[in-house]
């Protein structure tokens, strides 16, 4: 589980003003690291330290990052047993030296400009805890294949108003003008900010590797939760919206690997699984902070419903028509009145037989 942030743990002594921490977790991905950490090395912001968390690989990992760290000291090799993305996450918070803390995955890759337009945004928006952005999505030949993607994979973009999700809104070249004429994609980027703790219920808005923290807001948010294999991030960054303002800048900064294969953990085979801890970390959230939450109980019924809906339809999918029971019999109960649904709760409880004949209908778009 994770800790709350609020004792004394969290107290960094050793924090070095103006140095970015980037935690970069990895498993057996010496094949694609290199990329990772060459677009670490050519950022215009040169104050940072790489903590490469190799959980456990069986690969040539170690050789290829030592080798790296052998001509760039800011890289930092660190072993463990594998325990995990988050269990890798929180190692390197351990570790970490920075006034600032960044992620980044270690089949991603930044734009040279990212750290130091994220800066720029903390250092004119001293309230805010976090600044993430836009991406773009790459196949594994790194051509892309959808540009500005964090739209198309977050659905609460699509629920929600972002002349509603913030409150202020300001040109990134008043920021740093200089930054906005040397990279064109910063030149009309708007940076958002705002309390957003509440739209956050929805679902994440936040891509992992695009984040930027502020060490005072981790003190806050704690750690990842590692009883989570995948969907962590949502329930990290949500903490993190939790105790104040947040930024996002309008720009892709990364570029994020879609097609990669089985040991991402966003593939098809975890989705039932990431689908059941974004209900949990909703259920949660909503149970700590009613108060603290803006939306009205119809509008919270509204996401838990649909939550328990698409957890139920992942194990429809799969054939697994017993765990989707009492899934959708939570979803309806809360709202989910649409007749497609209801027929595929009722058809959970027949006779395999009937369930043979009737699914292959259900299942056609």
Same mark, same amino acid.
């Given at each position: 589980?994770?800790?709350?942030? /609020?004792? /004394?743990?969290?107290?960094?002594?050793?924090?070095?003003?103006?140095?970015?921490?980037?935690?970069?977790?990895?498993?057996?991905?010496?094949?694609?690291?290199?990329?990772?950490?060459?677009?670490?090395?050519?950022?215009?912001?040169?104050?940072?330290?790489?903590?490469?968390?190799?959980?456990?690989?069986?690969?040539?990992?170690?050789?290829?990052?030592?080798?790296?760290?052998?001509?760039?000291?800011?890289?930092?090799?660190?072993?463990?047993?594998?325990?995990?993305?988050?269990?890798?996450?929180?190692?390197?918070?351990?570790?970490? =030296?920075?006034?600032?803390?960044?992620?980044?995955?270690? /089949?991603?890759?930044?734009?040279?400009?990212?750290?130091?337009?994220?800066?720029?945004?903390?250092?004119?928006?001293?309230?805010?805890?976090?600044?993430?952005?836009?991406?773009?999505?790459?196949?594994?030949?790194?051509?892309?294949?959808?540009?500005?993607?964090?739209?198309?994979?977050?659905?609460?973009?699509?629920?929600?108003?972002?002349?509603?999700?913030?409150?202020?809104?300001?040109?990134?070249? =008043?920021?740093?003008?200089?930054?906005?004429?040397?990279?064109?994609?910063?030149?009309?980027?708007?940076?958002?900010?705002?309390?957003?703790?509440?739209?956050?219920?929805?679902?994440?808005?936040?891509?992992?590797?695009?984040?930027?923290?502020?060490?005072?807001?981790?003190?806050?948010?704690?750690?990842?939760?590692?009883?989570?294999?995948?969907?962590?991030?949502?329930?990290?960054?949500?903490?993190?919206?939790?105790?104040?303002?947040?930024?996002?800048?309008?720009?892709?900064?990364?570029?994020?690997?879609?097609?990669?294969?089985?040991?991402?953990?966003?593939?098809?085979?975890?989705?039932?699984?990431?689908?059941?801890?974004?209900?949990?970390?909703?259920?949660?959230?909503?149970?700590?902070?009613?108060?603290?939450?803006?939306?009205?109980?119809?509008?919270?019924?509204?996401?838990?419903?649909?939550?328990?809906?698409?957890?139920?339809?992942?194990?429809?999918?799969?054939?697994?028509?017993?765990?989707?029971?009492?899934?959708?019999?939570?979803?309806?109960?809360?709202?989910?009145?649409?007749?497609?649904?209801?027929?595929?709760?009722?058809?959970?409880?027949?006779?395999?037989?009937?369930?043979?004949?009737?699914?292959?209908?259900?299942?056609?778009?």
């Amino acid at each position: 589980m994770y800790t709350s942030g /609020d004792n /004394d743990a969290w107290e960094t002594p050793r924090m070095r003003s103006g140095r970015v921490s980037v935690i970069i977790p990895t498993f057996n991905r010496a094949y694609c690291l290199p990329t990772a950490l060459g677009s670490l090395q050519q950022q215009t912001y040169p104050d940072w330290e790489a903590l490469v968390i190799d959980d456990g690989s069986k690969d040539d990992t170690a050789a290829v990052v030592q080798r790296l760290a052998a001509a760039d000291p800011r890289i930092k090799y660190h072993h463990q047993q594998n325990g995990g993305v988050s269990a890798a996450r929180n190692r390197g918070l351990d570790l970490s =030296e920075g006034e600032w803390v960044a992620f980044l995955d270690s /089949d991603d890759a930044w734009e040279p400009w990212k750290l130091g337009a994220q800066i720029a945004c903390f250092r004119a928006l001293p309230d805010i805890g976090m600044v993430w952005t836009d991406m773009n999505a790459v196949d594994a030949a790194g051509t892309l294949v959808s540009p500005n993607h964090l739209r198309k994979m977050y659905g609460a973009y699509r629920i929600l108003r972002e002349d509603e999700l913030f409150q202020s809104s300001r040109r990134f070249a =008043e920021i740093d003008p200089a930054l906005a004429r040397d990279f064109q994609q910063l030149a009309q980027a708007p940076v958002r900010a705002g309390d957003i703790y509440s739209s956050m219920i929805y679902g994440s808005l936040v891509h992992t590797s695009t984040v930027l923290l502020a060490r005072h807001r981790l003190e806050k948010t704690g750690r990842f939760d590692t009883a989570y294999r995948t969907g962590e991030d949502y329930d990290f960054h949500l903490r993190t919206c939790r105790h104040g303002p947040v930024a996002m800048l309008d720009a892709p900064s990364i570029l994020y690997r879609v097609a990669g294969g089985t040991d991402q953990l966003t593939a098809p085979a975890y989705i039932v699984e990431m689908a059941r801890n974004a209900l949990v970390t909703k259920e949660r959230a909503i149970a700590r902070d009613r108060a603290r939450i803006t939306l009205t109980d119809r509008q919270l019924h509204g996401i838990l419903s649909e939550a328990n809906r698409w957890v139920a339809e992942e194990h429809f999918k799969r054939g697994q028509f017993a765990m989707a029971r009492p899934y959708y019999r939570r979803s309806i109960a809360l709202g989910d009145h649409k007749l497609r649904h209801v027929i595929k709760a009722a058809v959970c409880h027949l006779p395999e037989p009937a369930v043979a004949r009737i699914v292959p209908h259900l299942q056609r778009p």
